[in-house]
């Protein structure tokens, strides 16, 4: 049986990532034995230009079909002066990640020992191995969902609203998955809220207060966001999981990404009762598409976290990863991650590619 693999490469450096993770795909298919079954569908600008929706129906059958949906990048300058509801990254992510009620957002955000120094942390914050930070993020609900949401009038007075609601089921089973992350790593959770002045972030409080009662094992903490935000800067060693709602978790992945220094090298998968969709942390960089000289890693990365969580191949996985490790150690770096250090060799988003898939 093959495993189903939607691929939806999207816009600027999407399709350029993409190859290279389906390159090291195919190389874990012939070394593990596995097969997979590609389908690709346009999504994000793309698919407005062609069909005139960024998330189009064929599309849409194709995700319904897959067991795991690869992400690359949406958006651009391009679609910048559409209406904020019909540009690619809203018009696109928001109702893939409802329709397969994606509510569980995975953000590693760890510092490779070779790119140490691409940290913006002071070497005596970040210590001799960086740190190692996950973060959990709840994407279906919060903010960005409830509602009323829209912008009325009401005899001539303009007013925008956007409704933060939070059921006590959506606290509880984001909350379960960022307990059962930290069981497998440090057993630390901490939990961001806003509970001294957020009503939904009470409950949210009281919610996880009560799932952390089936994980004795696991330190819990609780943080408000502001604090989170300086914590994490000040030191963010005192973080193995971050769990937080959708906007809350948003702003503090992007956080944590930066404080590695390598954004092109960071994965994410947003995970569902039956579906995973994986794509990379960075965005679509219109302004490096189409020459060749992208970080694949993250995308590839993210095929492994595919390979993890969708089809439980943890030993692929691991292979994807120490292979990726293994060209950094080795001295390889794209554009974003060449310093000109000796020992470093710089290379394109297709030879990074062919450097890991070799390694597998
Ligand atoms: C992200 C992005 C999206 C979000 C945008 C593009 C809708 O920032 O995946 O973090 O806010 O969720
Ligand atoms: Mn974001």
Not at 49 to 78: H, S
Not at 137 to 164: A, M
Not at 234 to 254: C, E, Y
Request: hydrophobic share 45%.
């Amino acid at each position: 049986m093959a495993y189903r693999v939607a691929v939806l490469a999207g816009d600027g450096i999407g399709p350029e990532v993409m190859e290279e993770a389906l390159k090291v795909l195919d190389r874990i298919s012939s070394k593990f034995g596995v097969d997979f079954e590609y389908r690709e569908a346009l999504v994000g600008g793309a698919a407005i230009d062609a069909v005139g929706d960024a998330f189009p129906e064929e599309t849409k059958q194709v995700c319904d079909w897959a067991d795991a949906i690869l992400f690359g990048a949406v958006g651009g300058p391009k679609w910048e002066s559409l209406p904020p509801e019909k540009q690619p990254e809203r018009a696109a992510l928001l109702p893939i990640r409802k329709r397969y009620e994606l509510f569980a957002n995975l953000r590693p955000a760890l510092v490779f020992p070779a790119l140490i120094e691409s940290s913006p942390l002071k070497r005596e914050i970040l210590g001799d191995g960086g740190f190692d930070v996950l973060v959990v993020r709840e994407l279906t609900g919060g903010i960005y969902f409830g509602q009323p949401k829209g912008i009325f009038e009401e005899n001539g007075v303009k007013k925008g609203i956007d409704t933060l609601v939070y059921y006590d089921w959506e606290i509880e089973r984001i909350a379960k998955v960022a307990f059962d992350a930290a069981m497998k790593r440090e057993k630390r959770v901490a939990s961001v809220d806003k509970a001294n002045v957020l009503t939904s972030m009470v409950l949210w409080r009281q919610v996880v207060e009560e799932v952390a009662k089936s994980y004795p094992e696991v330190e819990l903490r609780h943080l408000y966001v502001d604090n989170a935000a300086m914590q994490l800067i000040r030191d963010p060693h005192q973080f193995d999981v971050i769990l937080a709602g959708n906007m809350f978790g948003d702003i503090l992945s992007d956080e944590a990404a930066m404080l590695t220094g390598s954004i092109g090298m960071l994965p994410s998968a947003s995970l569902g009762e039956s579906k995973g969709l994986y794509e990379p942390v960075h965005g679509s960089a219109p302004d490096i598409a189409g020459q060749g000289i992208a970080n694949p890693c993250a995308m590839i990365l993210s095929a492994a976290m595919m390979l993890r969580y969708s089809f439980d191949l943890p030993e692929a996985a691991d292979a994807v990863e120490r292979s990726v490790e293994q060209a950094l150690d080795e001295g390889f770096r794209t554009a974003d991650l060449y310093r000109g250090k000796p020992g470093e060799v710089k290379v394109s988003t297709k030879q990074m590619g062919d450097v890991i898939a070799e390694r597998i």
